[in-house]
């Protein structure tokens, strides 16, 4: 890794603590702490050398957060925003804020609570981020929580290359020996249904086992046309694609109910894997009713942030796949509780990640230690400049990803590559159609 300095001054007690956290099996930790033993080296019990171990590390404190912002490419209309802590240990970790057009409110946001941050312990972060969300007078929504997401995920990067794993391994290791991931970003012929099959067919091609498109396009009401258009849309993916391959259909809260039961209804034989955001995300009963009537299944949770609202849609058993995003939901720390939370409702995970190398990088270490990952959302066009920014490319093998191996994210942002391609500004308040 690099940038990533190992300790300079290893005691006993960081040897065994480091062979633990490595994930060398239990035999192999038993073997060396005999050989230890038996060195007359090993005077003091394991608990004990933990306790010295996590002491040492205990003493890192946060130095500075940079912000740094870049553009994804030209044909996308917003930037990412990449947050990096530095501590005065040397070990930094990146986390990621992007929010599309909102910049300048989540930039606002991160400088205000570098304030808090500078100084504070980096490994403590279920107080730092309790401290961020529930200390404050105005809390919630998207800016916030997502600047308090960003900031979570640059300290679980410190707090796993301090202790030399990756992050997933520090909230219960992997469950998964590869995540599924489903294919967004790969429409790029035209609108036509024949240009929909076009896509999907090479989709399939590149070894994906899952996609979704956005047939639907508009506001509110839907017209005849619209309906058979759209329709037509999924029947063509479906035909190119056949019955094998996991097709999701995303209307981005773009109709009313009136529209969303005609739309639903409609897709009901194509057997797609869900409907996204149906209707608008914010009345829950609504979303309820809508899905007691159809037989399509029904995913939200792009835009709820915290375990908080997402309690509402579990407890009313309004959906089947939550779309949690970890870059504003509240970040791994958050993410990794309302998955545990969903477990219970028997709801599967899909997390949304429309955003940038870290977000995707992030939502891997997340997917690879929950029961109930479905399977993983990736941008398709952004690929290429994922790979470029990132120190080793995230690889996709016959439409299953895992995270890379190493401390912390195990990979690192390269700052050239970014500062090649500096921010563009956009119109926050986009006009005419949904996208
Ligand atoms: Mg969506």
Redesign the pocket.
């Known amino acids: 890794m690099e940038n990533f300095k190992e300790p300079t001054s290893v005691t006993l007690g960081d040897n065994i603590m480091n062979q633990l956290n490595r994930k060398v099996n239990r035999r192999s930790f038993l073997m060396a702490a005999s050989t230890a033993v038996a060195a007359g080296t090993l005077s003091i019990p394991t608990t004990q050398a933990a306790s010295q171990g996590s002491s040492r590390k205990n003493g890192m404190k946060i130095k500075d957060l940079k912000i740094v912002v870049t553009t994804p490419g030209s044909n996308s209309g917003w930037n990412w925003i990449f947050v990096k802590i530095e501590t005065d240990s040397g070990i930094y970790g990146w986390g990621e804020a992007s929010l599309q057009e909102k910049d300048a409110g989540v930039i606002a946001e991160l400088k205000s609570f570098k304030k808090f941050l500078i100084g504070q312990d980096p490994l403590r972060i279920e107080h730092i981020w309790t401290s961020l969300h529930r200390r404050v007078t105005w809390t919630g929504g998207p800016v916030t929580m997502s600047a308090i997401s960003a900031i979570d995920l640059a300290l679980w990067d410190i707090k796993g290359k301090a202790f030399g794993v990756p992050v997933y391994e520090l909230l219960g290791g992997k469950v998964h020996d590869k995540i599924k991931m489903y294919a967004n970003g790969w429409f790029k012929y035209g609108n036509s249904p024949e240009d929909f099959a076009r896509a999907a067919k090479e989709v399939v091609g590149k070894g994906y086992k899952a996609m979704k498109l956005y047939p639907f396009p508009g506001v509110q009401v839907i017209t005849p046309e619209r309906l058979e258009l759209g329709v037509a849309r999924v029947q063509a993916v479906r035909e190119a694609v056949g019955p094998h391959i996991e097709v999701g259909v995303?209307i981005?809260n773009a109709l009313n109910i009136w529209g969303a039961r005609r739309v639903a209804h409609k897709l009901e034989p194509m057997d797609i894997m869900f409907m996204?955001?149906p209707i608008l995300y914010d009345n829950s009963t609504t979303l309820v009713e809508l899905a007691r009537e159809v037989r399509v299944p029904i995913a939200v949770g792009?835009r709820l942030y915290t375990r908080w609202e997402f309690r509402e849609i579990l407890e009313k058993n309004a959906v089947d796949i939550i779309?949690p995003d970890i870059c504003h939901a509240g970040g791994l720390s958050e993410l990794k509780k309302i998955a545990a939370m969903a477990e219970t409702y028997y709801v599967t995970l899909a997390p949304?990640n429309s955003n940038g190398p870290i977000s995707t990088i992030a939502s891997l270490h997340l997917d690879m230690m929950i029961n109930n990952c479905f399977m993983q959302e990736y941008i398709l066009r952004f690929e290429d400049r994922y790979n470029e920014m990132l120190t080793r490319p995230i690889e996709v093998i016959d439409g299953y990803c895992t995270p890379p191996e190493g401390p912390g994210w195990g990979v690192d942002l390269r700052e050239d590559v970014i500062a090649k391609y500096p921010p563009k500004n956009y119109n926050p308040v986009s006009s005419g159609d949904v996208f």
């Open positions: 995303d981005r996204e955001e792009e779309q949304h």
